[in-house]
């Protein structure tokens, strides 16, 4: 391209000489001059395209910031940012050192590095680099719930052939707002501490020999010296989600899944926390600095030889292109046996956040509501399209549109939309960058900003048109569709394709959320109501999110609780927040160490999302080389299916709610033995005890029969028997003529609650 270059400014050079000794043809001088110029700028774009379509957004954003604050304050310092990249092996360290690159991590073709702002077009430009990623921080989207699960039968060793508690299992939590005194984050007598690993990476004191941002605390002395995360006075999600996935409880019925399992703790950063980020700092805190935080786990396991899940109940909008990303790509590369993630799917059901236009239609949009001065969407198509932007009430419902042609990659396009009969002024901002999915052609980004909160400007109508292109709208939070606000306004919006990244990805175990659980009484007698319209028995909640996914997967991958979860709550948020309106949901308050603790109620796919992984932790225990794809053919064999009707997997359960118990037995392999139930009884006990006796006990006596069957692992029926019903609730069966080892029993009543199946060893 600089060879090119170089030579049409020699022939303009020469030409122009020429043209200067003959007069006469100074018009035709001008011409070609004006041709040169054009063939010149044209020539400009496609090298600046070339560079800007390697990069994702943020990046670009990063990128075009420097250059402003590079023109404001030329004598500072660089800003950094965290990212991937996808480059060439063969030249990558030099390439990666010549642009002041400092490497945290390779995946193949794939590094995560840190990079300054100011050099992102000259990384961008090598030849030898495919795409620069990274996108902007997350946003934070048990004393009953074992049972609906079907977790407790698996904590009694005396009833499987061994306890079931997550022992030999690392859980990784990646979340914000953790209070790592907490005593449930003990031992249930409170002697043992489980957290043995803690990246803070908000933590003021880096240290960055090998982490980008913060620090990193190993040992009880220091973690538990560290007290809270350095967001922990103005958060406490974290406390919350890692005590409903791994907390011992401490002398309550509150215990997580997995209560015995081993703590690695990453405290990230949201958006919430930005006050705690210094400016120059903000690009450091993106998703290639949460794919640390998912490696950071994973390697602390490899270091103790165990199985790992990592529960993370953050998401952030998908940006249309990420079947192809690099944090996708990254995150495949790095799950694999023993190493899952687990994702929550959002709590964006509630919104009408989508719009479809295929080809044909001519036209589709919806009214554009946020209650904030700023509002934004992605616009993805497969060819030419025109959006218009739609004054609804004004005189003539002013229609201000943009053709998809008027964009180019290099430049951002701004037009101005006036609201509210003229009273209030916006701004559209449109920026358009390459898709990376193979049938899009451009993804484009619309950010609006208004000099009032676009709730009180006016209703605002977005429409895409278009008759031979496919396209779709997706808005993102603070913003939302709204049908037909106005007379004669768009109403095509409808809630899909919601679920977030990561959980959108093929590789993370998408969680969604469902009711049982209407309310709860807080620890000064108050009672809160929040039961939901319609059915509360298990069915999906009304805000968990719904696919397919942008690129068409089907979403969620598994269900479980998330409407009123008792776990955990921080008690230095509790200290520093005594006003908070979330304190209010506290059911109870103890004291530990000098310190008042709570437990508190709390709903959304946040809650969901570490039930899963405190349950896939109990089947690491048994299977500790579990890819995720084992994990998801175990949903898709035992999962609770809560409507009738639908054809699982589906875009609103995905394979249904989960069911640790049957997934066990599915993982023993004898959960396909005829007439074997895949439930466990609620209030049928039983074991073997060392001389050969079946003891089986009741919460009472039962009032009806109950018909007991004893099967081998074959699935041999190798006992029958009859409990009579009648004054005691034990009863003893002779089985030691049978030989040593695994037996599944079979209890068949009318009596409630006894039916199910129990594994026993001889």
Not at 252 to 260: D, H, I, K, L, V
Not at 670 to 687: F, V, W
Request: net charge negative; with cysteine; proline share 5%.
């Amino acid at each position: 391209m600089a060879a090119l270059f170089s030579i049409l400014l020699a022939g303009l050079s020469f030409f122009c000489f020429f043209c200067s000794i003959n007069h006469k043809i100074t018009s035709m001088r001008k011409i070609f001059i004006a041709m040169l110029a054009a063939w010149w700028a044209a020539l400009q774009a496609v090298a600046i395209q070339a560079v800007t379509d390697k990069m994702s957004a943020y990046v670009r954003e990063a990128a075009a910031m420097s250059k402003t604050k590079k023109k404001a304050a030329p004598g500072e310092g660089q800003m950094l940012m965290t990212a991937f990249v996808s480059i060439d092996t063969t030249a990558a360290d030099s390439i990666l050192a010549a642009n002041g690159c400092r490497v945290y991590d390779r995946s193949e073709d794939i590094y995560i590095v840190t990079v300054p702002v100011g050099r992102l077009e000259s990384l961008a430009s090598a030849a030898c680099v495919r795409r620069i990623e990274a996108s902007r921080p997350c946003r934070a989207s048990m004393d009953t719930t074992a049972t609906l699960v079907g977790a407790t039968p698996v904590y009694d060793g005396l009833w499987l052939p061994q306890a079931y508690t997550g022992d030999g299992v690392v859980v990784g939590v990646m979340d914000i707002g953790f209070d790592v005194t907490h005593p449930t984050f003990y031992d249930s007598t409170a002697t043992k501490y489980r957290i043995s690993a803690f990246w803070d990476q908000l933590d003021p004191e880096t240290d960055t020999s090998r982490l980008p941002v913060g620090r990193e605390y190993r040992g009880t002395d220091a973690i538990i010296g560290k007290g809270h995360s350095t967001d922990g006075l103005q958060q406490t999600h974290g406390t919350h989600t890692a005590g409903i996935a791994a907390g011992s409880g401490y002398d309550s019925p509150y215990r997580g899944m997995a209560y015995e399992s081993d703590l690695c703790l990453v405290s990230n950063a949201v958006s919430n926390d930005l006050n705690l980020i210094a400016p120059d700092d903000t690009y450091k805190y993106t998703s290639a600095t949460d794919a640390l935080g998912f490696k950071y786990i994973f390697d602390y396991a490899a270091t103790r030889g165990m199985p790992c899940v990592a529960s993370f109940s953050e998401s952030s909008v998908p940006e249309y292109n990420r079947s192809d990303s690099l944090y996708s790509r990254y995150l495949e590369r790095l799950t694999g046996p023993g190493r899952i993630i687990v994702a929550s799917a959002g709590n964006e059901s509630v919104y009408l956040n989508y719009v479809d236009k295929p080809a044909g239609r001519p036209e589709a949009g919806s009214c554009l509501y946020s209650q904030e001065n700023q509002a934004g969407f992605f616009v993805e198509a497969n060819g030419p399209f025109c959006l218009n932007f739609i004054s609804c009430g004004s005189p003539a419902n002013d229609t201000t549109t943009v053709g998809s042609w008027q964009c180019r990659p290099d430049s951002a396009t701004v037009v101005s939309i006036r609201l509210g009969n003229g009273s209030h002024g916006c701004t559209a901002t449109i920026e358009r960058y390459a898709a990376a999915t193979a049938t899009r052609d451009s993804i484009y980004h619309v950010a609006i900003a208004c000099d009032t909160p676009l709730s009180s400007a006016g209703v605002l109508a977005v429409t895409v048109s278009g008759a031979a292109t496919d396209a779709s709208l997706r808005c993102y939070s603070p913003a939302m569709f709204i049908n037909g606000m106005a007379e004669g306004a768009p109403a095509d919006a409808e809630t899909s394709h919601n679920i977030h990244a990561p959980a959108c990805f093929g590789a993370v175990v998408a969680v969604g959320a469902t009711i049982h659980r209407t309310g709860f009484t807080n620890y000064q007698g108050q009672y809160f109501d929040y039961s939901q319209p319609g059915r509360n028995d298990g069915v999906r909640s009304y805000y968990s999110s719904v696919g397919p996914t942008i690129d068409g997967l089907t979403k969620p991958d598994a269900m479980a609780p998330g409407d009123n979860i008792v776990s955990a709550y921080s008690s230095y948020y509790e200290e520093s927040n005594p006003e908070a309106s979330d304190i209010r949901s506290d059911v109870a308050r103890f004291g530990f160490n000098g310190r008042t603790y709570a437990w508190n109620s709390n709903t959304g796919t946040s809650m969901a999302t570490p039930v899963v992984a405190g349950a896939i932790a109990l089947w690491l225990q048994a299977c500790p080389r579990l890819t995720p794809a084992d994990v998801k053919d175990v949903l898709s064999r035992t999962c609770r299916r809560p409507e009738d009707g639908l054809d699982y997997p589906n875009n609103q359960y995905g394979h249904g709610e989960i069911d640790t118990h049957h997934g066990l037995l599915y993982l023993l392999g004898i959960d396909d033995i005829e007439g074997l139930a895949t439930n466990s009884p609620a209030r049928l006990r039983a074991a073997i005890s060392p001389e050969g006796m079946l003891k089986l006990c009741l919460d009472k006596a039962p009032a009806r029969r109950i018909s007991l069957r004893l099967f081998a692992i074959n699935g041999q029926s190798v006992m029958e028997h009859t409990l009579d019903a009648g004054q005691t609730n034990t009863f003893s069966i002779d089985v030691s003529s049978l030989p040593h080892g695994i037996y599944a029993l079979q209890a068949n009543s009318e009596e409630p609650g006894v039916s199910g199946s129990i594994l026993v060893r001889r």
